[in-house]
């Protein structure tokens, strides 16, 4: 066995990290951390303390999950040295997780890649190294990025690699181990300047820890304008169509979510990129890019944005009746908030010669039904808003 799993040298991970002894009962908090179930029932029940005490997270779930792989695992440390190991692959595993963590850099990239081997080849490994608290070790690795530092990141990529592996099992508590401050700041570097797989990789992490971790969104607003870029520049010009994808996906959760982060995205070039993008974009990414459009245009920046690009009216106009019932519908919106919001004779004379004004016609004119009413109605809407204005143009009938 490896000396640094002997008897003589327990594991940090066979350790509770209340009392530091070797733990008899491990059981796993919604944190991520597994204590001894006697010091952290004392720390719950007694002192009446509310928070993690590794992470100091405020808890609002105080159930304990018997960690049955470290269990398993201490007990193989205390069988008699003439005893084999009763699971070989753990053991190994917990030294390499050991490992990982206390190694100088230039080793730690070797003992990743070596971690990433084993979780690819044991279809079971992924859950152990989730027991074993591998996503923090990952996350620490990941916070470590410096840009500075070639090793760094090469490390960093083969723990978001990684964890890219283990995302099926990344549950609330687990993704939360990933979204502080450091980690994230960490992972936007390798959006940034990362390779190609990388970007994929953490773009996948991201989206996992959107869908589980209802704060996530609230984590991101604190970010720069360089996060925001990074997604318009990969959903743009990823050689992936899954990172396009899943930086569209993202991107559209985010700005869900409030203005605020509207306004950011605006900043960073949105409306532009997405109205480039429209026209060569098959029916479902034009859906999702007139949805990313209609919810900048419900803030004055985004309608201006896309009034400043000589081709958004067009682009925009063009999905109308052109492409599904869905892009039709989200067109008709963007209409309605620019022309209702910024109702200048400009605007006005755009949307009749690019067409706009023509398919309004139209729609208001189609026969009624649940699907299409509410188009109809809100294109009747805009023409009788707007009629005085539409009336002196000779092709306006």
């Known amino acids: 066995m490896d000396p640094l799993c002997s008897s003589d040298n327990v594991p940090l991970f066979f350790r509770c990290p209340i009392s530091m002894d070797l733990m008899d009962d491990p059981v796993t908090i919604s944190?991520?951390?597994?204590?001894?179930?006697?010091?952290?029932?004392?720390?719950?029940?007694?002192?009446?303390?509310?928070?993690?005490p590794a992470t100091?997270?405020?808890?609002?779930?105080?159930?304990?999950?018997?960690?049955?792989?470290?269990?398993?695992?201490?007990?193989s440390l205390q069988i008699q040295p003439s005893s084999p190991p009763t699971d070989a692959n753990a053991d190994e595993l917990l030294c390499l997780l050991q490992k990982i963590r206390s190694s100088p850099l230039k080793l730690k990239v070797n003992f990743l890649q070596k971690l990433g081997s084993m979780v690819v080849v044991e279809e079971d490994m992924a859950m152990q190294v989730v027991e074993l608290g591998g996503i923090q070790i990952l996350g620490d690795v990941i916070k470590q990025e410096d840009v500075g530092v070639m090793e760094f990141r090469r490390a960093s990529e083969e723990a978001v690699g990684i964890l890219h592996r283990l995302l099926p099992l990344l549950?609330?508590?687990?993704?939360?181990?990933?979204?502080?401050?450091?980690?994230?700041?960490?992972?936007?570097?390798l959006l940034q300047r990362g390779t190609p797989d990388a970007g994929l990789h953490t773009l996948l992490v991201f989206q996992k820890i959107a869908r589980t971790?209802?704060?996530?969104?609230?984590?991101?607003?604190?970010?720069?304008?360089?996060?925001?870029e990074s997604l318009l520049h990969l959903m743009k010009?990823?050689?992936?169509?899954?990172?396009r994808s899943t930086a569209m996906d993202l991107l559209t959760m985010i700005l869900i979510i409030s203005k605020r982060r509207r306004l950011r995205a605006v900043e960073a070039g949105a409306a532009k990129i997405l109205i480039?993008?429209?026209?060569?974009?098959?029916?479902?990414?034009?859906?999702?890019?007139?949805?990313?459009?209609?919810?900048?245009?419900?803030?004055?920046?985004?309608?201006?944005?896309?009034?400043?690009?000589?081709?958004?009216?067009?682009?925009?106009?063009?999905?109308?009746?052109?492409?599904?019932?869905?892009?039709?519908?989200?067109?008709?919106?963007?209409?309605?908030?620019?022309?209702?919001?910024?109702?200048?004779?400009?605007?006005?004379?755009?949307?009749?010669?690019?067409?706009a004004t023509k398919k309004l016609h139209t729609l208001s004119e189609m026969d009624g039904s649940s699907s299409t009413s509410s188009v109809r109605d809100l294109a009747d809407k805009m023409i009788n808003l707007h009629?005085?204005?539409?009336?002196?143009?000779?092709?306006?009938s």
């Not at 405020?58 to 398993?72: I, K, Y």
């Not at 401050?181 to 960490?186: K, L, P, R, V």
């Not at 429209?278 to 944005?305: T, Y």
């Not at 009629?387 to 306006?396: G, K, P, S």
Request: glycine share 2%; charged share 20%.
């Open 31 to 52: 944190t991520g951390v597994t204590y001894d179930r006697k010091n952290i029932e004392r720390w719950f029940f007694l002192y009446n303390k509310k928070t993690c």
């Open 56 to 75: 100091m997270q405020r808890l609002d779930d105080f159930h304990l999950t018997p960690n049955h792989t470290l269990s398993r695992l201490i007990s």
């Open 171 to 189: 549950t609330k508590s687990s993704a939360q181990l990933l979204t502080t401050q450091d980690c994230m700041s960490s992972m936007i570097n």
């Open 213 to 228: 971790c209802k704060d996530w969104c609230q984590i991101i607003a604190d970010q720069n304008i360089e996060f925001y």
């Open 237 to 243: 010009s990823a050689e992936s169509s899954r990172a």
């Open 276 to 355: 480039e993008l429209l026209p060569d974009a098959n029916l479902q990414k034009c859906e999702r890019m007139l949805l990313l459009v209609k919810l900048l245009c419900e803030c004055p920046q985004g309608r201006w944005a896309v009034l400043e690009n000589e081709m958004g009216l067009t682009a925009v106009s063009k999905t109308l009746l052109n492409v599904s019932n869905t892009a039709t519908k989200l067109g008709v919106k963007i209409l309605w908030l620019i022309s209702s919001f910024v109702p200048t004779n400009k605007v006005l004379h755009e949307m009749m010669v690019c067409g």
């Open 387 to 396: 009629a005085d204005f539409w009336q002196h143009y000779h092709m306006y």
